[in-house]
T-cell receptor, first 109, second 114 residues
Framework: EDQVTQSPEALRLQEGESSSLNCSYT??????LFWYRQDPGKGPEFLFT???AGEEKEKERLKATLTKKESFLHITAPKPEDSATYLC??????????FGAGTRLTVKP | NAGVTQTPKFQVLKTGQSMTLQCAQD?????MYWYRQDPGMGLRLIYY???????DKGEVPNGYNVSRLNKREFSLRLESAAPSQTSVYFC?????????????FGPGTRLLVL
């Protein structure tokens, strides 16, 4: 069965303090690994799709990387507006989408 | 474009009552999904529809039914609500980009069953 585990559950950073969020996965026939941002009381907002090991994608202060077992979301010099819950999901060969429980990021000014 | 819209935003039900959650998308996507999100757990798929006229069960379908009314609309029905169905429900639609289905979510419906 496909599984996605995100760590840490919560992360508190000072503004400007770079860090990484982890997403470990097991899936049969990876079709894609997704990162979403979710603000309180809102639906998830799409950030990135990664398709194969070695792939990297960047958007502003965020950079997502992928290996055969895990993905990292690197946050460089975060700002308070980066505070949100970040969700990871995988789509396997059976087309099922499996989400992790998320990492709640708080960036203090 | 409004993207994915959901109604209602919030609903309180008594145990045993029924209700239908509505979802519509204006992105011309073929696939649509219903998820529930509970504290400390990831989004869990209830039902999905790969195209108009087809529906399939997801991870947690018990107690729910769905209807793909047309390409735009996908509704979720609770026939006899139970407190265990208290949750936030999200509808999504997807487009296939680069071999994987990228999903776009609505704002959610918060349901409380007393």
């Amino acid at each position: 069965e496909d599984q996605v585990t995100q760590s840490p559950e919560a992360l508190r950073l000072q503004e400007g303090e770079s860090s990484s969020l982890n997403c470990s996965y097991t899936v049969s026939g990876l079709r894609g690994l997704f990162w979403y941002r979710q603000d309180p009381g809102k639906g998830p907002e799409f950030l990135f799709t990664l398709y194969s090991a070695g792939e990297e994608k960047e958007k502003e202060r965020l950079k997502a990387t992928l290996t055969k077992k895990e993905s990292f979301l690197h946050i460089t010099a975060p700002k308070p507006e980066d505070s949100a819950t970040y969700l990871c999901a995988v789509q396997g060969g059976n087309n099922d989408m499996r989400f992790g429980a998320g990492t709640r990021l708080t960036v203090k000014p | 474009n409004a993207g994915v819209t959901q109604t209602p935003k919030f609903q309180v039900l008594k145990t045993g009552q029924s209700m239908t959650l509505q979802c519509a998308q204006d992105m011309n996507h073929n696939s649509m999904y219903w998820y529930r999100q509970d504290p400390g757990m990831g989004l869990r798929l209830i039902y999905y529809s790969a195209s108009e006229g087809t529906t399939d069960k997801g991870e947690v379908p018990n107690g729910y039914n769905v209807s793909r009314l047309n390409k735009r609309e996908f509704s979720l029905r609770l026939e006899s609500a139970a407190p265990s169905q208290t949750s936030v429900y999200f509808c999504a639609s997807s487009a296939q980009l680069g071999g994987a289905e990228t999903q776009y979510f609505g704002p959610g419906t918060r349901l409380l069953v007393l």
